[in-house]
C-alpha cells in the first residue's frame, strides 16, 4: 500500500465533509490511571453533548491494566488473581466494544471524543478512518502495517501492532485507540488480546531499537489533524 | 405508542447485538436518554430513547442479534 492511498481523506458520503475545520481540544494526560481517563471522558463527552466543550483528542499513557469491553468473557484472562495481583494489574470493565486488551507504559492511547455530527453518523466510517490514521502514522516511523478484513486494528506480518475499541453516545465517540510503542509485549501473553489466539508486536520489536514515543505522538497528531480535519487549540475549551 | 428500533449504524452495517438494557419493562425514561447499548464490531453504540413515558416492552434481550430497522421493544 502507498502512503497517498493511506493518507486520502474519505471519500464516500458528503463531499463538504473536509471542508470546514473543526475546533478541536488537545489534551496530553502523561501517564494516568486508567480511571481518572475515563472520568475525563465521560465528563467531556456530557459537556460536548451540552455544546459547553469543544471535541477533545486526548493521549495518554497507563499503568498496567486489563480492560475488558462490555461483552468480553473473564476466561480469556488466562492468568488468574493470583498473577493479576503479583504484577501489580489492574482490571477494568467498561462499555467499550471488543474483548480484553492490555494497557501499560510504552503504549500510546489515544481517546477521541469527537462529535461525529460534524463528519458522518457512520460507525464504519469512523473506525476505518481511525485505522488510516495508526497506519499512515507507523509508515511515517518505517513500520509498514495494514488493515486484515475482519479483525479491526493494524496488523504486521499477521501480529497485531494496535487495537481499537469505541463506544458512541449521541453520536459522540469515546475510548479509541492503543498502539504499541515500546510496549513490555510479555503482559499480553496473560490474556487472549480481543478474545482471539494472536501475538501482540509493536514498534520496538518491529525496528529493533527503543523509540521516542513524543515523537510517535506527534506524527499520530498531525494525522488526525489531516485526517479529521481539526484546528488543534491546545488548552482550549 | 414509539416502537424502538434498530437505526442505520453505517454503510454495510446491517445487525448489532443488544448488549445492556439500561431500564426495565415498566420503568419511566425521558426522550433522548441512553436507553439500550448494541454492540457491532469493534463499536458500542447507545441508542437513546425515541420518546418520553414507559418502557412497556423488551423484544430483543441481551445477547440477541438485531437487524437494522427491527424493533426492538416499545415506550407508551
Redesign the interface.
Known sequence: MTQSLLTQPYQ?GSPKLHEKSIRCRLIDLGLIDYGASFSLQKELLASIKNKTSLDALIFCEHPHTFTL???SKKDNILCGEEGIKKRGISVNRV????EVTYHGPGQLVVYPIFNLSHYK???????DTLENVIIATLLKCNVHAEKRPSF?GAWIDGKKIAS???????WITCHGLALNVNTDLSYFSMIRPCGLDITMTSIESVLGNTNDISKVKQVMLDNFVKSFNLEIMEGGK | MTEIKLP??????EKA?V??WYFQVGQQVKE?E?LV?L????????L?SPATGRLKEVLSQDGDEVKVGQVMGAIE
Not at chain 1, 164 to 170: D, L, N, P, Q, R
Open positions: 464516500r469491553g462490555r461483552l462499555d467499550r466494544g471488543g453518523k457512520d460507525l464504519k466510517f469512523y473506525l479491526r481499537i475499541g469505541i463506544a458512541v453516545h449521541h | 442505520e449504524l453505517g454503510e454495510g452495517i447485538t448488549s445492556y433522548g441512553d447499548e454492540a457491532t464490531d469493534k463499536a458500542t453504540f447507545n437513546p
